[in-house]
């Protein structure tokens, strides 16, 4: 089906969200993974996967180690693009803006709702540093899980990010690639503007 400004919702967030709902309904596998990009000091990109685990009014809503890469890229440089694919609906979505760290309770709150295999996982990671062996890694995980026999505390460098839509794209397939794109902008006083792009 064409899309259009009038065709979409007026609120890109909410846009995304039926989106989302349709990858999910259509059986897609993980539709909630986007490629998020973030970029060093020297504005050195570097992209990745992660899983959304929520859109709220502070954004998209993501969890991970904040002294990886993308955590140390986004500590000197708080702006992100993410980028979803739903292939067997043919259409994308792009997503620009800055990031904030979500405050400690809602990291705890999700950290709680993980395995505790993922728990134990994360909290042993240093994630994106070098390490010798896989044998060493779950060497640490075991050591780990012995030392907390019950609940595996939530670490000091894990936690919830969320990206604050600044830009929003839908992209959708057309007949001969002449597809359908429409990217909204937020205003100063948070308004939406949607616009037509050429394919
Ligand atoms: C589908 C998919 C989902 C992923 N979800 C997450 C996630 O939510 N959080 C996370 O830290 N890593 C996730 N990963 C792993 C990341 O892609 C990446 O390897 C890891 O976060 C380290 O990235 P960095 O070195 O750029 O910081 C996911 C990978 C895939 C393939």
Redesign the pocket.
Known sequence: MPIDAATLDPDPVVQLERWLAEATDAGLP?PN?FALATADGDGMP?V????LQGIDPDGLR????RS????RDLAVNPWAAAAFWWAALDRQVRVTGPVRLLPDDESLAYWRTRPRGSQLSAATSQ??REIGSRAELEARVAALSYEHPAEVPLPSFWGGYALSPRVIEFWESRDDRLHDRVEYRRGPDGSWHPYRLQP
Do not use: E, H, I, M
Not at 62 to 65: D, G, P
């Open positions: 993980l993974a570097s990745r996967y992660v899983l993501f969890f991970t180690n990886s890469r993308k955590g994630q994106s």
